[in-house]
């Protein structure tokens, strides 16, 4: 609880109200482009959010803020704040009932919601300034600037369509701000700024690094521990010891990948790329915002779609990140050093794979959040998985192991989303 805005029943929205006619009197085609770019307040901030951790995995690799669990972290982050800011929008709209300058005379309603929505606070400020901050914690070496510019133009845009009062930015920024705060706080004490001061145990089968870019340090070796927002802890579903080293079953594993080294089909090639290509989080992200389109989400739902997703998403990576920094096992390519493997291999230990483990607790969450494609997500998912084996950079109990364990991370929490009031 972070309290509501002041109450707005003052002569000053009726002062504000020639400022909005003027706004409109001037609008130019740049302006109209802008109020249409703004129509939702929160999934500019979402793609703004994925091209930039999607730049930073294609192009800076080895600057450790687009690591697989430091992308999902940001975007759980994210998708927490501007939910959150959109809740206490909806709260405060609905406690005072302000109308929007769209159902004054001579202001044009250029969005719905100037005449059918509350217009104090405004929403597009609360989340833009909820966003901005993020982002700039987020990635600290970006322009901060263009943040607050965005978050500006998004208040702009919604006086140019008559949806709000000046009043109404200011009292969205202001609540969008406190959000903030509140989201950075839990981000700075969730124990991902810790540094490792520990050693890569060493032994048969333990992890080394692998080639061709030979990490010394494995990516995220304490993300195991950091804070879950559902979960009670990263270690709650601790999967069971891979197969024994030499082991029936784990030779069984190493003598499909040699396999597919001499066989794999061009679709099977292909599909390892495809989910290779970005973190894979990002993938799902894009998936969430379709079927946030195709089903007609209204801005509320939608948010809270994707900070389930995301946070699912999250929780499943730090759950992943603790079993694979418990086992340390090496990866396929130095078990079998001749193995030929699609793309480089990620530069951390193999049992669990991170990405059956998130694709099977986003495809849970959207299951419940989208019923009508339950199937074709959880087949998603399953696929995801398999892309690893055709790529040769994980065992197939590894997938296995992850696709368990997602799911528990997934109902885990769907159980939470069904608690949230939303229904």
């Known amino acids: 609880w972070i309290g509501r805005p002041p109450d707005p029943s003052s002569p000053a929205a009726r002062a504000e109200l020639e400022q909005v006619r003027a706004a409109q009197r001037a609008l130019t085609p740049a302006d109209e482009k802008r109020v249409r770019a703004w129509a939702s307040p929160t999934e500019p901030w979402t793609m703004l959010a994925v091209d930039l951790l999607?730049?930073?995995?294609?192009?800076?690799?080895?600057?450790?803020?687009?690591?697989?669990?430091?992308?999902?972290?940001?975007?759980?982050?994210?998708?927490?704040?501007?939910?959150?800011?959109?809740?206490?929008?909806?709260?405060?709209?609905?406690?005072?009932?302000?109308?929007?300058?769209?159902r004054e005379p001579g202001v044009r309603a250029l969005v719905p919601e100037a005449r059918s929505l509350p217009g104090y606070p405004s929403e597009h400020a609360?989340?833009?300034?909820?966003?901005?901050?993020?982002?700039?914690?987020?990635?600290?070496?970006?322009d901060s600037a263009r943040f607050r510019r965005m978050a500006e133009e998004a208040g702009r845009a919604r006086i140019l369509a008559g949806a709000a009062y000046p009043s109404d930015v200011e009292a969205g920024f202001a609540l969008g701000r406190a959000v903030a705060e509140r989201v950075l706080a839990w981000a700075r004490a969730d124990g991902s700024d810790a540094v490792w001061t520990g050693t890569v145990p060493q032994g048969p089968g333990m992890w080394q690094p692998t080639p061709p870019r030979r990490v010394r340090v494995p990516f995220d070796p304490l993300a195991g521990s950091w804070r879950t927002w559902v979960l009670p802890s990263g270690g709650v579903f601790l999967p069971p010891p891979h197969p024994p080293i030499g082991s029936p079953?784990?030779?069984?594993?190493?003598?499909?990948?040699?396999?597919?080294?001499?066989?794999?089909?061009?679709?099977?090639?292909?599909?390892?790329?495809?989910?290779?290509?970005?973190?894979?989080?990002?993938?799902?992200?894009?998936?969430?915002?379709?079927?946030?389109?195709?089903?007609?989400?209204?801005?509320?739902?939608?948010?809270?779609?994707?900070?389930?997703?995301?946070?699912?998403?999250?929780?499943?990576?730090?759950?992943?990140?603790?079993?694979?920094?418990?086992?340390?096992?090496a990866?396929?390519?130095?078990?079998?050093?001749?193995?030929?493997?699609?793309?480089?291999?990620?530069?951390?230990?193999?049992?669990?794979?991170?990405?059956?483990?998130?694709?099977?607790?986003?495809?849970?969450?959207?299951?419940?959040?989208?019923?009508?494609?339950?199937?074709?997500?959880?087949?998603?998912?399953?696929?995801?998985?398999?892309?690893?084996?055709?790529?040769?950079?994980?065992?197939?109990?590894?997938?296995?192991?992850?696709?368990?364990?997602?799911?528990?991370?997934?109902?885990?929490?769907?159980?939470?989303?069904?608690?949230?009031?939303?229904?």
């Open 126 to 142: 609360a989340a833009g300034a909820a966003a901005a901050a993020i982002l700039a914690y987020a990635f600290p070496m970006d």
């Open 249 to 329: 079953r784990f030779e069984q594993d190493l003598a499909e990948l040699r396999a597919l080294a001499r066989s794999a089909s061009a679709e099977q090639v292909e599909l390892a790329r495809y989910w290779a290509t970005d973190a894979p989080s990002l993938r799902w992200e894009l998936f969430v915002g379709e079927e946030i389109a195709r089903h007609g989400l209204g801005p509320v739902r939608a948010i809270r779609a994707r900070a389930l997703a995301s946070v699912a998403m999250y929780d499943a990576f730090v759950a992943c990140w603790h079993a694979k920094y418990t086992y340390w096992l």
């Open 54 to 102: 999607e730049y930073w995995w294609a192009f800076l690799p080895d600057v450790r803020i687009a690591t697989p669990v430091r992308a999902a972290r940001t975007m759980a982050l994210l998708h927490v704040a501007l939910y959150d800011a959109l809740v206490a929008a909806w709260d405060a709209k609905y406690a005072y009932g302000r109308p929007a300058p769209g």
């Open 331 to 423: 990866r396929p390519i130095t078990m079998a050093p001749d193995l030929t493997t699609v793309f480089a291999t990620p530069p951390f230990p193999s049992y669990p794979s991170g990405h059956s483990t998130i694709s099977s607790a986003a495809a849970e969450v959207m299951a419940e959040l989208f019923p009508d494609v339950a199937a074709k997500y959880r087949a998603r998912a399953e696929e995801a998985s398999l892309s690893r084996v055709y790529g040769r950079v994980h065992y197939r109990f590894d997938v296995e192991a992850g696709e368990e364990l997602g799911r528990k991370v997934g109902r885990a929490v769907v159980e939470r989303a069904r608690r949230d009031g939303a229904s």
